[in-house]
Every structure is written in C-alpha cells, then in structure tokens.
C-alpha cells in the first residue's frame, strides 16, 4: 500500500531532519550546540509555571473552539501597548502560531491559488501550503541587501489571477529584517491595487534592536479588512512548548471562516491557555531584560562569525536569527559532517541548512539559518567550532 502523493512530495524540516545524526553524536558523547532551532535556554516566567502547577479542575474538559474568553479578553491590553485597538471577537486563540499559519491557507486559499512571500522564509510554511494545495511563489530578498524588501515591482510582477495573498514575517524568521512602516504601507497599497490579503507573522515584534521600531500591520486601520496577523507565546516568553498562538483580523468574514476550522479541532489546548493568560501579566522587565539578551547574543555571534575566514553574514535587526553563508559547496552535507565526523574537544554545532528556506531553485545551497538562542560563552565555542569544523571539512572535500 502507498501513502498519499501529498505526504510523499511533502519536505522533511531542514531545522528538525538531521535530528538522527545529533542524537547519534550524543551517543558518542559529543556535545551538540544546538543552533538548528530556536528553542531559547531563558527562563519561562515563574508565574507561568506556578498557574499550572495550581490548576485544580477535577477534570480537564473541551474549551471554547475560540479560545478561553479570560485569554482573549486580556489581549486587547497587550496589543495597545503597540498603538493597535484589537476587540476580542477579532481574535482567534490557535495551537500555536503553526496551525494560525494553516489556518490563513485554508480560510483565504483554494486549491491551486497562489501566495506571494519574500525568500528566504521560514520553511515551515512551505509544509503547511503545500498540505493544502497552496502554491507558494517567491520573490528574492539577498544576503548582500541584508535581505531587504525586494522592490514592488517584483511582488507586482508575480501577481496573476490565482494570487490571494502576500505574506511576510516582521521581524523575520530567518534573517532578521524588520520591515519598517514605509515597506508596509506599500506592500497595503499593493494589496489593495490587487484586492489580495496582506499576511504578517508578528511573533518576534518583542525583539528589535539597535534602536529600530516595531509596526504592527494591525496599526493601519484604513486596510483593516484585508490584513491577517499571526501571533504566538512561544519565544516571547519562552514557552515553546505549550503551542498557544492567535488568530488576528478585523475582516469578520476571515475570522469566521477560521472559526469554522477550529470548531473542526474542537479546541485549543486548555490549560496551556491558563500558563498563556498568566504570561501576560509578566513585568514589562522581563520582556526588555530578555530583548537586551538577546541583542548581546546578536552581537557576539555576528562578530564571532565575521572572524571566520570565507563566511558571509547578515546582519539581523530583530528576531533571534540570521542567515549566514559559508564557504562550501552544500550547506546540507557540511551540516551532516559536523555531526557525523567532526568534533572540537568534544564538541560540535547543529545548524539549519538553507536550500529548503527559498523556493527558487540553487538558492540557499550554501547558506545555513542559525538561531542565537545560547548563552554567550556557548556561542563562542559553537563558532569555534564552526571555525575548525570548516577547515576540516574543506580539507577532506579536497582529497
């Protein structure tokens, strides 16, 4: 018996399919630096974890397929502080930002319709469009522009009769862009021009630095009827984990489609929405102490990697990612050498290979995603052995 040609064609995740080769380097009693994935080592706050801990329900019951009213109703508040007015009913809880992705494909999309996205992108959302027959079309954003917004005309060049929507992540996932108020109110005017969707992933807005500003696509309120803003709890407050995300669109048509879909799944998970609600009354200090970390680990890792001779880097403005380009042939096949054959006093990195990040054929084959989600000694020793890891593996590719 064969399994469906969807699941066939579907990719393995570059940032989870050379999970094997680490566990096998574990076995060894190699240490792995895991900068594959962005699963920070901060703290979740100690409110989140007490509200589970005194969760006294008899019994764990179906909640609303909208989620919990206490979690939706607080997050009205959190959106104000980013100049945005958001009433509850235009908020959808989800499992995870991943199925609030899902979510926008199947409430905007049919089979065989088109979403524009600047390239590199996260490379989930290729697995999610081509699950339900979306066609992802990619416009490229480059290294040596800090991949920036590619101009519009490029966007308006790809837009035919099956287009529906463009999506963007700000700050972005894996390179770091922020797109500033400029790009969106032209990529809204775009939109508009063309009656398509604007989609923004704004899980990472806590994460802006060197003095930039987040804008929310919310805070335009003129194109509120086409604009889907996808959320998440996971890395704003280091609860990966408990997969609790958001819905958010003015367009009450779009949200009650969506509905639909979480009626289907019946509900979000419940007491990971009472650890969510609880986030949400954390100090203020503790996102700005867990931004500022974050911007040193920027730093470190940047400058650590601007050292190693052959390697490109970005220059990430938010989020906690960047897109390097090493001197190598096959970014895939480097990744699996350090974890197969090399080790530095015991030691090796596990990194994200990029080729499946773009859509573009060629593209990404020798660049890597890495998430500086590690302390700063840890990222020094990780590009440490990034360093002597390329030297061994060019030597041995020369033999």
């Not at 049919?110 to 469009?129: K, L, M, Q, R, W």
């Not at 992933?201 to 987040?214: A, I, P, S, T, W």
């Not at 895939?332 to 974890?339: G, N, P, S, T, V």
């Not at 002597?388 to 033999?399: E, I, K, P, V």
């Amino acid at each position: 018996m064969n399994v469906s040609t969807r699941i066939s064609e579907l990719q393995a995740s570059p940032i989870r399919r050379l999970a094997p080769y680490a566990k096998e380097a574990l076995a060894r009693g190699i240490k792995v630096y895991h900068l594959n994935i962005g699963q920070p080592d901060i703290k979740t706050p100690a409110r989140v974890i007490e509200a589970v801990r005194n969760y006294q329900e008899p019994l764990i019951a179906y909640g609303a397929s909208e989620g919990r009213e206490d979690l939706r109703s607080a997050l009205p508040a959190y959106y104000k502080k980013y100049g945005v007015d958001v009433q509850v009913d235009e908020i959808l809880i989800t499992t995870g930002g991943s199925e609030a992705l899902h979510y926008t494909f199947m409430t905007l999309c049919d089979s065989g319709d088109e979403v524009i996205i600047p390239e590199p992108f996260y490379t989930n959302v290729a697995s999610f469009a081509h699950a339900v027959g979306v066609k992802l079309v990619g416009v490229t954003s480059r290294i040596e522009d800090n991949f920036a917004l590619p101009p519009l005309s490029e966007f308006e060049a790809k837009i035919t009769d099956r287009t529906r929507a463009i999506l963007i992540c700000s700050p972005n996932n894996p390179t770091g862009y922020i797109y500033s108020e400029e790009e969106l109110q032209a990529l809204l005017a775009l939109c508009e021009k063309h009656n398509l969707f604007l989609v923004v992933d704004e899980v990472y807005r806590e994460f802006c630095y060197d003095g930039q500003r987040f804008v929310s696509v919310l805070s335009f309120e003129e194109y509120a009827d086409r604009v889907v803003c996808l959320d998440s709890f996971s890395k704003r407050y280091s609860m990966c984990g408990a997969r609790v995300g958001a819905f958010v669109s003015r367009n009450k048509a779009v949200i009650a489609g969506a509905l639909k879909l979480g009626q289907a799944r019946l509900c979000p998970p419940e007491i990971e929405q009472i650890a969510a609600h609880a986030a949400l009354g954390t100090d203020d200090s503790y996102l700005a102490e867990v931004k500022d970390e974050y911007e040193r680990r920027r730093n470190t890792i940047v400058k650590a990697l601007q050292e190693i001779d052959g390697v490109v880097v970005s220059s990430p403005k938010g989020a906690f990612y960047l897109v390097a380009e090493l001197p190598v042939d096959d970014a895939e096949r480097f990744a699996i050498f350090m974890l197969k054959d090399f080790s530095l006093n015991g030691k090796t990195v596990m990194v994200s290979p990029c080729e499946n990040f773009y859509i573009t054929a060629g593209l990404g084959k020798n660049q890597v995603r890495i998430a500086y989600v590690l302390n700063e000694a840890d990222l020094r020793s990780a590009a440490e052995c990034l360093r002597a890891g390329l030297d061994a593996y060019r030597s041995a590719t020369r033999r």
